[in-house]
């Protein structure tokens, strides 16, 4: 197979084409030799077969190889091939043994890839076993029934030609009660990467070692200065404690030569979570978290892990390019949220791990590109995209792989990943055979690739953004052997990107009907995009209100970015509540500044006073906002003089204030005011209040009629006091009394009387007429006349009435006064 199959219109080198063909006529010849050998009739046990691989079926048993040490041996080695043998049949299998097989070396990077898609035994490819000496028998394998096997040979034995990768089988052979001869019944190929000296020329490989999770945070945080935390789930201290897919690919990374990609966000979550943090739960009551060693371990760690070594930030909470481009661009505001993304992130990863990252790459899902991305990527400053290679296609010609980095463009480079080596660890590789084989593909590639040109090379290795723990142990193991390799050197990313680009690689970006169908199913829809920008209108009316802008700025922008997420391909639904939970939290905080629903209000007069009241629930205080009261009938309510007021708010948190309008009336009726806040820039904020002002105007007339009912009442009043003296003075006159006390009684009760007014003297006398009333102190001997002074007779005698006040000055003596003396009330 020619090495076109690796790149369009390529092939390999003459020499290299003339040297291995020699190589295999060397190597066919005695196979030749002893086919001509044989009988032309065959004999009854190949009669019985069609041919070796349908015999029964080279299915039969399941071969899984285990362990393959070392992955890359060298002169001196011994290799030991170890796993498991499983009969997958209804019949026992006896007489059964395994063996290893070297097949031929493998020339091309597309000749690995047909040997991985072989299923069936081919005796011509597979080659034979290496000999019985290093097999394993079994005398028979029950159906269902895994068996354990190890093997161990020199390397020596097993006769490796010239430096190259080859074929590597290992075959169970055994037969059936109903095929009673020996036959290969399960086989599991895999290579075997044979550089035993330094290559002429090493491979500069750059291996990405990603550091990125999903949405953990939300945009809650808790009262106070603190601002606690609020996350979805558990799910990240899951990740980080011991045997945790982060705390992994932390544990396996450290010891690697790595170039670091790490997300901000998660750097951010892992630091929220040393402190106290809180947990979402189902019925919306957030619970404590309790991880907080886990998450100071974990960074500890990692910081002692970056120190003095390549690390590139992403932008904060990876932002999904190509969902961007293809469907945000059109939504006002989405790419300065990519823009904000980038900018933060430096600054996050420099507070929480102490080293200054890299931040102009950018990195699309899958390294897939089109110009589309392309722009989107470098509007917010990366003018470095991390690409593939089964994007970026080669269409030169080229008879090997270029270099990853190539310009394509307004100062921007292209660092092409290769695809093979980037995707040789996906899939399913929990069982320990999985892994293996990924492992040894890997290196296959890699030795395959070197031994492609003399030319140095820059190699760049950009593997899946979240590799599971068992995954992340392939990687390790695989990276472990290369980098102890004959071949391979290690470079961080910064170098590959400057390396001195290939002349013939290609630097066209792909269409976009090139970008591949299966990955833009899974993008953002733009009504994602519709409700980030609406989120983000809301912070910004939210925000000129608050006297520390910080507390809902700082949170909401980075939720907003979790709303972006790469993270979110194929979740549709979990990223779509995800932003409605947002929302729906920015609104019940803006709602904690509110106006007090008010009922219907009477107005009586031609005008009065219309008080509102703003409510601010909220731990800071709000001010620049306007309080608008509108009539909506002006003809009949005026406000302020005209059809509305507005005047300035400040609330302090937890407090109300109320607002006093002036209202005047022009006439009688209902009328509808409504009351609603305003940012100082015209925005309305919050809901309205609305409520009905009933106004009665009082007339002059009736004005009148009050007041001559006031007055009445007053006049009765008086009579009836000075009635209740007249009582009081009637009833002293019936007493027995001393002459001279009834005369001088006559004398002040006439007195009275005088002063009451003429209209008042003849109503009613309060004792029999000529009658003296006597002096009340009898024995006291002293002339009435005592008991005036200028005109004003003393009302010493006179009883207490309810009405009276009470006398402010201390008891008096009850002695009679003398005369001229004055006395006081």
């Known amino acids: ?147 354990h096997f190890s093997i161990s040979v020199p390397v020596d034995k097993l006769n490796l030609g010239a430096n190259g990768v080859y074929e590597f089988s290992v075959s169970l052979s055994g037969q059936t009660s109903v095929q009673p001869w020996e036959q290969v019944l399960g086989i599991q190929r895999t290579f075997l ?49 011991p045997g945790g897919r982060l705390e992994r690919m932390l544990s396996l990374g450290k010891d690697l030569d790595v170039t670091w990609v790490i997300d901000p966000d998660l750097l951010a979550s892992v630091d929220a979570m040393t402190r106290n943090y809180r947990i979402q739960t189902a019925d919306g009551t957030p619970v404590p978290g309790t991880h907080q060693d886990v998450a100071k371990k974990w960074l500890a760690e990692l910081q002692q892990a970056v120190a003095g070594k390549d690390v590139v930030a992403l932008p904060f909470a990876d932002p999904d390019l190509a969902s961007l481009a293809h469907h945000g661009t059109s939504v006002t505001g989405s790419l300065s949220q990519l823009k904000d993304a980038t900018d933060v992130a430096a600054s996050t990863v420099e507070t929480v791990l102490h080293v200054k990252p ?248 031609r005008s009065a006073t219309i008080p509102v009241t703003v409510q601010n629930n909220l731990v800071q205080g ?36 109320s607002v006093k309008f002036t209202t005047s009336a022009n006439a009688n009726g209902p009328v509808t005011v409504v009351a609603q806040l305003y940012t100082q820039d015209g925005q309305e904020y919050g809901a309205p209040v609305t409520f009905d002002v009933k106004v009665t105007e009082i007339t002059a007339t009736v004005m009148l009629v009050i007041g001559g009912g006031v007055l009445l009442l007053v006049l009765a009043g008086f009579r009836m006091y000075t009635q209740r003296k007249r009582a009081a003075a009637k009833e002293a006159a019936h007493d027995p009394q001393d002459p001279q006390d009834a005369e001088h009684a006559e004398r002040a009760e006439e007195a009275r009387d005088g002063e009451d007014g003429a209209g008042e003297a003849g109503d009613g006398a309060d004792g029999p007429e000529g009658v003296e009333p006597e002096n009340p102190e009898g024995t006291a001997g002293r002339p009435a006349e005592g008991t005036e002074e200028s005109g004003t007779r003393s009302r010493a005698d006179d009883p207490e009435q309810p009405s009276d006040p009470t006398p402010d000055t201390a008891t008096e003596s009850t002695d009679p006064s003398g005369t001229g003396e004055k006395v006081d009330r």
């Open 193 to 241: 990467p044979w550089q035993p000296n330094d290559a002429g020329t090493k491979t500069r490989t750059t291996y990405l070692w990603p550091l990125v999770s999903s949405v953990h945070l939300t945009a809650e945080t808790g009262p106070g200065a603190q601002q606690t935390p609020v996350f979805l789930d558990d799910d990240l201290a899951k990740e980080l404690a």
């Open 358 to 605: 890299s931040t102009d790459f950018a990195w699309p899902v899958e390294g897939a590109v089109d110009p589309s991305i392309v722009k989107v990527a470098t509007s917010a400053g990366a003018d470095r995209i991390i690409t593939r290679s089964d994007s970026l296609q080669e269409t030169g010609g080229l008879s090997y792989t270029p270099s990853a980095a190539r310009p394509i463009g307004g100062g921007t480079t292209a660092i092409v990943a290769d695809a093979r080596l980037s995707t040789a660890f996906e899939g399913d590789l929990t069982q320990a055979g999985a892994g293996t084989l990924a492992v040894q593909e890997f290196l296959a590639q890699s030795l395959e690739l070197d031994s492609q040109t003399s030319r140095q090379r820059s190699i760049v290795v950009a593997p899946q953004r979240m590799p599971s723990a068992s995954q992340a142990q392939a990687m390790a193991q695989a990276l472990t052997a290369l980098q102890q390799s004959n071949w391979s050197q290690s470079q961080d990313l910064a170098a590959a990107a400057a390396a001195k680009p290939d002349p013939g690689a290609t630097t066209k970006i792909p269409s976009a009907a090139d970008y591949p169908s299966s990955l833009r199913r899974k993008e953002l829809r733009p009504a994602a995009f519709g409700a980030i920008a609406r989120t983000q209108d809301k912070v910004d009316n939210f925000r000129v209100v608050l006297t520390d802008p910080s507390r809902v700025v700082t949170p909401f922008g980075r939720a907003m970015n979790r709303e972006m997420a790469t993270s979110w391909r194929g979740r549709s639904g979990g990223a779509r509540d995800f932003r409605n939970g947002v929302e729906a939290y920015l609104d019940d905080l803006s709602e904690q500044v509110k106006l007090i629903d008010k009922s219907e209000t009477k107005l009586s007069g």
């Open 622 to 657: 709000v001010d620049h906002l306007m309080l608008r009261l509108t009539s909506t009938n002006p003809t009949r309510l005026k406000i302020g003089g005209k059809a509305y007021s507005e005047q300035s708010v400040a609330v302090a948190g937890g407090h109300t204030q």
């Open 1 to 147: 197979m020619a090495e076109a199959a690796d790149f369009q219109g390529t092939s390999p080198s003459p020499a290299r084409r003339r040297l291995r063909r020699a190589g295999a006529l060397l190597t066919g010849a005695p196979l030749l030799a002893a086919l001509l050998q044989l009988p032309a009739t065959p004999s009854a046990h190949a009669a019985g077969q069609e041919s070796p691989q349908t015999a029964s079926g080279s299915r039969t048993v399941a071969v899984s190889v285990d362990s393959f040490s070392p992955s890359a041996p060298t002169d001196g080695d011994t290799l030991t091939v170890s796993g498991t043998v499983t009969n997958k049949g209804k019949q026992a299998v006896t007489d059964a043994h395994v063996g290893l097989r070297v097949g031929p070396e493998l020339d091309t990077r597309s000749a690995i890839d047909s040997v991985t898609q072989r299923t069936r035994f081919d005796p011509g490819a597979d080659g034979p076993e290496v000999g019985d000496k290093y097999a394993q028998k079994f005398t028979q394998l029950a159906p269902g029934v895994a068996e």
